[in-house]
């Protein structure tokens, strides 16, 4: 289980001090998939930093099967299968695809890495030496990174907005890929950050996260008529510093 | 003939494992250590002063010619003139290079003066890697001097690399363009410590419709010193880009000159030019892998001079 307790996250922006979560506390269970969905700018990204160590809170802790990894770095936290596909991956000059997912699991074998890439769309043959620069286009690039978190034994996979980017054809591809290496794995938890309907439906939990507060959490049925109501209708109130 | 220290510079410098195939010249501490011609590329020594000259005849393609250069003494200063002269139509691989150990507190330098004659239609790819090594004081210093004659529809393919180990290095290249040749340079350097490198291309775009591509890579390291120039020269319907990216690190200090000079409307030239720190994002990446700091900035500039 990864639990987040009471996080609070502050950051300096220039010599400002901004608070950017506000006493989060969540649960993930093992074999669970859940999607943290709601505004821009409502936190999301940060709670995902905070999971795999980007980012220290201010306060609170953050606990994996009962041990306290607060403290631990970004590298700890990645062998300890805490694994995250960035919401904007960066590009690396001379690294190719090949190379970057040995990168990331270095035990894996080139068969696998094969036939993990033809899943997601990106055909070996055409892709292994690919350079991992400004050259691959966006979505091919994002259908990398997912790739590069689901390749290996990842214990907590957080995506970062996977389908941004990613055409209507290949996404059903990309979440068949998700849904499935999810439910195969050995208990992973996977949580997915989006916004997509067609990842709100299968997940065990979905949580709201605006203004760096959980505002709601549950099942799709809990939180339609929130989605419906329009999630950014209700949560701008809270930034004009109404009530809802 | 050769022991274990001439045998890893070997490697070094041009992935031999022992005497290469084809044809071949090594030279060490100084001297000629070992010599071979092969069917239509002849290696003779000049005459008139040290080095050889290098005769590949016209058609002759898919060879290769690998001519090292090792220094294993401390306080030689080996100067070497060597002569190219590439006949119409071949198409051949050059692996030059040189690699010097030092264990000893003199300088141990060497200057070599390559000249090219590359013929009409005829193509090379000449490889040069330099590298240091050993645990002495002395200097590990390398200047060459690169001079290339492209005449009609020749092409070069120039990778020039410096990873570690040499203290100081001077080196100049010009390039002399006939109609319709090409040339592409690729450049990759790392130095550190108190290292170092200035390096000076000229490239003369004089024939019509030639064409030129300069690209240089560099990472500066603690309290190394880096200067680059590279100039192209237009003189009518010609094409030329030069490209200078560093990455500078510690108390590194880089200057970066693209020169772009034309003589003609018709001359297009382009320049792009950057110095800037490793990017935070690449760590972090490498990082959520699993990779320390360290390992991560080691595999980022691995991928950058590749
Ligand atoms: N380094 C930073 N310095 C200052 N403010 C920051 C920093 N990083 C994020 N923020 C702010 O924190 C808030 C939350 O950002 P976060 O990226 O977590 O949002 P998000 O929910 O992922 O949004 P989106 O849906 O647009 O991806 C935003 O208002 C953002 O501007
Ligand atoms: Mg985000």
Redesign the pocket.
């Known amino acids: 289980m990864l639990a987040l307790e009471h996080i609070d996250l502050t950051?300096?922006?220039g010599s400002d001090e901004?608070r950017?979560l506000n006493g989060i506390s969540l649960k993930f269970e093992p074999g669970k998939l859940y999607v943290i969905t709601?505004?821009?700018?409502?936190?999301?990204?940060?709670i995902a930093k905070v999971i795999s160590g980007i980012y220290q809170p201010a306060r609170g802790r953050i606990m994996l099967d009962g041990k306290e990894i607060t403290g631990w770095s970004i590298t700890e936290r990645a062998k300890q299968g805490i694994r995250y596909a960035f919401?904007n991956p960066p590009r690396f000059k001379g690294i190719d695809i090949g190379w970057y997912l040995r990168l990331a699991y270095p035990e894996i074998t080139e068969n696998h890495i094969r036939s993990v890439m033809a899943k997601i769309g990106l055909c070996p043959e055409n892709y292994l030496n690919r350079v991992v620069d400004s050259t691959l286009s966006g979505g091919e690039m994002k259908r990398l990174e997912i790739a590069s978190v689901l390749l290996g034994p990842t214990r907590v996979a957080v995506l970062d907005?996977p389908e941004a980017g990613v055409d209507l054809w290949s996404f059903e591809q990309l979440r068949d890929f998700i849904v499935h290496s999810h439910q195969r794995s050995e208990g992973r938890i996977t949580i997915i950050?989006s916004h997509h309907e067609r990842f709100l439906e299968v997940a065990d939990e979905i949580v709201v996260?605006a203004g760096?507060v959980v505002q709601e959490r549950g099942t799709m049925e809990k939180i339609r008529p929130l989605i419906e109501e329009g999630i950014n209708c209700r949560w701008r109130n809270i930034c004009l510093g109404e009530e809802a | 003939m050769l022991n274990q220290i001439d045998k890893n510079l070997l490697k070094e410098i041009a992935g031999l494992h022992d005497l290469p195939q084809g044809a071949f010249n090594i030279r060490k501490n100084g001297v000629g250590l070992a010599r071979q011609s092969v069917e239509g590329i002849t290696i003779t020594p000049k005459t008139d002063r040290p080095g050889i000259d290098i005769v590949v005849d016209p058609g002759v393609t898919g060879q290769s010619v690998h001519i090292p250069v090792i220094l294993t003494d401390t306080g030689v200063h080996d100067v070497v003139y060597n002569t190219f002269e590439i006949g119409a139509g071949a198409d051949v691989l050059i692996v030059a290079g040189c690699g010097i150990h030092n264990e000893g507190s003199e300088k141990s330098q060497h200057d070599g003066i390559h000249e090219f004659f590359i013929r009409k239609g005829a193509r090379i790819r000449y490889v040069e890697k330099h590298y240091g090594e050993g645990g002495g004081t002395g200097e590990r210093v390398l200047n060459p001097v690169t001079i290339l004659h492209l005449e009609e529809g020749a092409t070069a393919e120039l990778e020039m690399v410096q990873i570690r180990g040499v203290s100081n290095t001077e080196r100049k290249t010009e390039v002399h363009q006939g109609p319709h040749s090409r040339l592409i340079v690729n450049e990759r350097l790392l130095t550190h410590e108190q290292q170092y490198a200035y390096s000076d291309i000229v490239v003369h775009l004089e024939g019509e419709q030639s064409s030129a591509e300069v690209q240089s890579r560099s990472v500066g390291q603690d309290r190394s010193v880096q200067i680059f120039k590279v100039g192209l020269i237009g003189y009518g319907p010609c094409k030329g880009h030069v490209a200078c990216d560093s990455i500078i690190m510690g108390a590194a200090d880089i200057r970066s000159q693209p020169e772009l000079w034309a003589k003609s409307g018709d001359a297009e030239l382009t320049h792009e030019a950057s110095i800037g720190k490793l990017a935070g994002d690449q760590i972090i990446k490498l990082m959520t892998f699993g990779l320390t700091e360290e390992e991560a900035i080691r595999t980022l500039l691995e991928g950058y001079l590749k």
């Open positions: 950051l300096q922006d901004v950017i709601g505004p821009n700018g409502g936190g999301k990204t940060s919401q907005e950050i996260v760096g």
